[in-house]
């Protein structure tokens, strides 16, 4: 049994290894990638897998909890305030029209039932929320209002999920009724009490998000154990979701909610951080099992209808959407967007067709064909959207305002990145803020980062030398780094890894003296700021000021210093270059403060300097 | 493209990121071969002026223009600093001081004030001219050949299309001296460089 599982999981992890790469390098994104893995092992092309393909969507479908969980993270309460509008406007409409028109046509054209055309027209107006955000997240789109608006649209679906299951055993005949969608805590209460459970468990999330997470992620920072935060993070996500499931209501309405309640707590990027990879790995594997479910057979007997189903039920879809988009006054680039992505039938739809089938509403054999049609249309929308974005979008002319977009973005990613926050970064941080410069702050102590979040800055908790976390700071888009930790060999990790994985980035490195200086300029970074340099220097000035020398005379003296001594330190850098490691050995530095002495005794120090003195003149 | 005289323009304005005037001019003649301009302010914030650097500039070019907004009838502090620092004795003027002998200089200059107020009998009282004798002076003494000034004035109200007009007359002046052979004596019968282009 143990062998079987990793035999799966070879053949799983790797059908994404080869495939997910090559649909990327080709532009068709990672989605169908996995999906095009899928289908490759699944029972009808090369067999590898068989049935399990469904039982993987079912454990996969967790990747979906997690991502709106990390959504939420995004999204602050207030934000998503804003947003209700859109989630019932758009939302509703969209549900509602799909619904009518899809379930007309069952009645009016294929002679179903009520009840049958009802759960059909319900089951396929869902859309995949894994393939959109993965998509959005991949095209980066987010932001962008096609991409805020098919949110609103999932968010919504995603809270109808739970009154249809509730609803749909009604249209079953009487016999049958009683199965239920899912045996739960609550089916047992009356409304009344079902409500008040159901409310009191969304409180408690936004209690417990408020009040008991931050002071216990506080306490699991101080073991400084990395894995202990994971597990953290982990046992926060799927707490949540298990309760919202015993209540009753969806796990990803209950993670997503989670996710907005701690979206302003310091230790945002580090959750992120953590459940990022589960979630990427669960959403692969989820795709990949709707790709090895695809029933091949069933198309191969039955092209044409198949073909047009997909095709008619699309096209509702997309019209509906467009029109909700009209409603709404979406730019018309960003409508067919969004129609576009919406278009095809989701995950949920299996959840609702199965349920519809054991309540004996829908014929097994159309469960079969529409089961079909829902993997096709989600195989179908990467390669629309690529279509679009190629041939269709270029020739819009009322692309959004690219501006707007650009502000959007510098708003979301500061331009310089600060590592840490003590004494040195602060004063960088602070300077910069009384000028308009929000930075991005990255600290490990959480203590501070607590601190100066209530202060309004933007801190964030996390270990820089990480590049999950460099990255999620903006590291690839950001213009300048500040490496100012308070430990050196920290802030020598910082840069070595910046400069590996974000060549671009400029970095300018805050040096504890003039042997961390040399170390750093091995490091290949020439912009050194030296703590003890500019100080000591200033108050170097003041001594010769209360020794009677005129205050501007000194500081000219003083500048001068500070350029041959700058000089000096690159000048001696390159002299002790056999030495392979950048690390310096005692012996080393004694070695360089003697060179540097005897240069100080053979250099005049300020050159001629004839400024403003008329000596010459007079004699 | 060949350029008959290199150019060197010491470009002083404490506040460039502000301006109009200023901005509009060098952006008419920033992509011309061989000027060079060299932003005084950018270059030392600190005003710890590099004396040996300036003075090798100095010499690699054969005209220097001088170029900045006109504060108190005067330049801005940098430039005066440069002055002080950079035009050494015995190197620019005095004693074995020949470094500078026979380089063409002129000031570029904008001002508030309308063009009018800079006459005798006008709101400052004295000509532009006369706000200028220091400059030509000192010019004067380091036996450099001093040129009219180009000046924009009225810089407080003026229009877009007016920009334009003194970019295009500014760039023309530069491209003419740089590019071209200018009897540089036939330059000194205009009251401002603007009218050798106008005319």
């Known amino acids: 049994m143990a062998e079987d599982i990793l035999l799966s999981s070879i053949i799983f992890l790797g059908a994404a290894i080869v495939c997910v790469p090559i649909a990327k390098k080709i532009g068709l994104g990672s989605v169908l990638g996995y999906l095009i893995a899928g289908m490759l092992i699944g029972p009808f092309v090369l067999g590898f897998v068989g049935q399990e393909g469904q039982d993987i969507m079912h454990a996969a479908e967790f990747g979906v909890v997690m991502m709106l969980f990390l959504i939420g993270l995004e999204i602050n309460p207030k934000e998503f305030w804003y947003m209700r509008r859109s989630i019932f406007g758009l939302g509703g409409i969209q549900m509602v029209l799909s619904s009518i028109i899809i379930g007309a046509i069952c009645h009016l054209y294929y002679g ?79 409304p009344f009490m079902k409500t008040l459970t159901v409310l009191g468990a969304m409180a408690s999330i936004i209690i417990f998000g408020l009040f008991i997470v931050n002071p216990l992620m506080k306490v699991i920072a101080r073991t400084r154990l990395r894995e202990l935060f994971t597990a953290t993070a982990l046992f926060l996500v799927i707490g949540v979701a298990y309760t919202m499931k015993m209540v009753g209501i969806s796990p990803a309405l209950g993670t997503f909610l989670a996710g907005v309640v701690l979206a302003n707590s310091s230790f945002k990027h580090e959750l992120e951080t953590d459940i990022e990879p589960f979630k990427g790995l669960l959403l692969g594997l989820f795709f990949i099992g709707v790709g090895s479910s695809i029933n091949f057979e069933l198309i191969y007997q039955k092209p044409g ?46 959840v609702l067709l199965n349920f519809s089938g054991q309540l004996q509403i829908v014929d097994p054999k159309w469960i079969e064909l529409m089961m079909v049609v829902t993997a096709l249309s989600m195989t179908i929308t990467p390669i629309l959207l690529l279509i679009n974005e190629r041939f269709i979008d270029p020739y819009f002319g009322t692309k959004e305002i690219v501006e707007e977009k650009e502000q959007d973005e510098i708003d979301e990613q500061h331009s310089v990145i600060i590592a840490g926050f003590g004494h040195f970064g602060s004063t960088i941080g602070r300077f910069l803020r009384a000028n308009g410069i929000n930075a991005t702050i990255l600290d490990n102590d959480s203590d501070r980062v607590e601190v100066l979040r209530k202060m309004g800055f933007e801190v964030y908790y996390g270990d820089a030398t990480r590049v999950d976390l460099l990255r999620s700071a903006g590291a690839e888009k950001a213009k300048l780094l500040i490496a100012a930790i308070d430990s050196t060999d920290i802030n020598h990790e910082v840069i070595q890894v910046t400069r590996k994985h974000f060549p671009n980035l400029k970095i300018m490195a805050r040096a504890r003296n003039r042997f961390d200086a040399y170390e750093i300029l091995d490091l290949g970074v020439s912009n050194i700021y030296r703590e003890t340099l500019y100080t000591s220097v200033h108050m170097a000035v003041d001594v010769l000021h209360e020794l009677g020398i005129r205050h501007y005379t000194a500081t000219r003296k003083a500048q001068d210093f500070i350029r041959y001594d700058e000089e000096a330190l690159r000048k001696l850098a390159a002299t002790r270059h056999d030495a392979k490691e950048y690390i310096l050995t005692v012996r080393e530095q004694i070695e360089l403060e003697e060179k540097l002495l005897s240069e100080d005794l053979h250099q005049q120090m300020t050159e001629r300097d004839s400024a403003w003195d008329s000596t010459p003149l007079r004699s | 493209m060949e350029y008959i005289q290199k150019t060197l323009i010491l470009f002083a304005h404490p506040r460039y990121e502000d301006s109009r005037v200023q901005h509009h001019l060098l952006n008419h003649i920033k992509t011309l071969p061989g000027v060079r301009i060299h932003d005084l302010y950018e270059h030392y914030p600190e005003f710890n002026i590099d004396i040996k650097y300036e003075q090798e500039l100095l010499l690699e070019h054969d005209l220097i223009i001088w170029m900045h907004p006109f504060y108190w009838y005067s330049a801005p502090p940098i430039l005066k600093q440069w002055i002080d620092l950079v035009l050494e004795h015995g190197w620019a003027y005095g004693k074995g001081g020949t470094a500078l002998t026979g380089k063409n200089i002129f000031s570029c200059i904008s001002s508030g004030g309308p063009k009018e107020a800079y006459l005798t009998e006008g709101f400052h009282g004295f000509t532009v001219h006369e706000f200028l004798r220091p400059f030509e002076r000192t010019a004067g003494l380091c036996n450099m050949n001093y040129l009219p000034p180009f000046f924009v004035h009225g810089s407080h109200r003026i229009t877009t299309e007016g920009l334009q007009e003194h970019g295009k007359l500014f760039h023309e002046v530069i491209r003419k001296l740089s590019q071209e052979k200018v009897n540089m004596d036939n330059l000194k019968n205009f009251d401002y460089l603007n009218d050798w282009i106008s005319s």
């Not at chain 1, 988009?325 to 018309?332: E, H, L, P, Q, R």
């Open chain 1, 112 to 190: 179903f039932s009520h009840s049958t055309s009802l759960a059909i027209a319900f089951s396929l107006s869902m859309s995949s929320t894994a393939i959109i955000l993965q998509t959005l997240k991949e095209k980066g789109l987010n932001k962008s209002s096609a991409g805020q608006a098919s949110f609103s649209v999932l968010l919504f679906q995603d809270i109808m999920v739970i009154p249809i299951l509730a609803f749909l055993p009604l249209l079953a005949s009487e016999d049958i009724r009683n199965v239920s969608a899912e045996q739960n805590f609550i089916s047992n209460l009356t």
């Open chain 1, 305 to 350: 209808l198949v073909l047009f189903l997909v095709l008619i039920v699309m096209t509702i879809k997309a019209g509906v959407l467009l029109i909700a988009g009209k409603v709404f006054k979406i730019k018309s680039d960003q409508n067919l967007l969004f129609a576009i992505l919406l278009s095809q039938v989701g995950e949920f739809a299996f």
